[in-house]
């Protein structure tokens, strides 16, 4: 096996590792986000009489407490994601940087290189303005505020029918359950953008690596020839082959949300 091949195979295998990580990474976000029912039990038990029931009268009152409660969804997930983004990177940078040292022998970013590229990788992906016009605080934001009016339309309905507390922390469990899609799309689409610019950035930073290629993921989607992954995987801009781009071309950093593509390396033949 050629060196090239062997860092192929090697950033092809951390790619895989890191969707593993992934997966744990968003049953960590939803464990983290679900951590508001138990402020919100709270809440329902100090508005509810000794029978377990929130009289009408309360509602307005208790609908304004939602406000605090969308406050904390906030905290909690913005604590959860930039904690994933630290962790993305810093996994990335160890196992791209060991794959060089293995398959080449030289070339590795040194300690202190790491952590720096460790936090211009989380200000990138924390600052970075998606085709929506949001930064990943506003996505939060925007995850908090669909979950509170959920919140909202459950809990006026039951205190209307005079449902028990038991029974709205129930329905405020089956709320979180339906909004999960939207936590998991969030970690999966940031973490991979997280992995993807490391990879990339670390790239840049090698003294080793010419340029990079952008893979498109395993886990294919029925409609993946329409994604933006499938067409940089195939264009040729520089003229050196499909899919192979500058390490600073943010482009292939998040070709589309909940994108799984992966970066792999193309060594300067000095190097081989």
């Not at 950035?201 to 340029?211: G, K, L, P």
């Not at 992954?229 to 264009?235: G, I, P, Q, T, V």
Request: a neutral charge.
């Amino acid at each position: 096996m050629t060196k090239h091949a062997e860092l192929d195979a090697a950033l092809e295998k951390l790619a895989g590792d890191y969707q593993k990580l992934n997966d744990k990474q968003i049953n960590f976000a939803i464990k983290e986000i679900a951590r508001v029912r138990g402020d919100i039990s709270d809440i329902l038990s100090d508005f509810a009489d000794k029978d377990g029931i929130i009289k009408r009268e309360r509602l307005a009152r208790l609908l304004r407490e939602l406000n605090e409660v969308e406050l904390l969804i906030r905290e909690y997930g913005t604590a959860a994601m930039d904690a994933i983004i630290k962790e993305t990177s810093a996994f990335t940078t160890a196992g791209a940087n060991a794959a060089i040292l293995g398959a080449v022998g030289s070339g590795a970013l040194v300690t202190a290189q790491m952590e720096r590229l460790n936090r211009d990788v989380f200000e990138y992906v924390v600052k970075r303005f998606g085709e929506d016009g949001l930064i990943l605080s506003d996505r939060v934001w925007r995850l908090s505020g669909d979950m509170r009016d959920e919140l909202s339309k459950v809990l006026r309905a039951d205190i209307l029918r005079g449902e028990s507390v038991s029974t709205m922390i129930a329905n405020i469990r089956q709320v979180h359950e339906n909004e999960t899609w939207k936590i998991k799309r969030l970690v999966v689409t940031e973490g991979n953008t997280a992995y993807r610019a490391a990879t990339a950035m670390n790239a840049e930073r090698s003294d080793i690596v010419q340029w990079v290629k952008i893979n498109e993921s395993g886990r294919r989607h029925r409609h993946h020839p329409s994604h933006r992954c499938y067409k940089l995987a195939r264009e040729d801009n520089y003229g050196v082959g499909s899919g192979i781009f500058k390490p600073s071309d943010s482009q292939i950093y998040m070709p589309h949300p909940n994108c799984s593509s992966f970066i792999t390396y193309v060594i300067d033949e000095d190097y081989l």
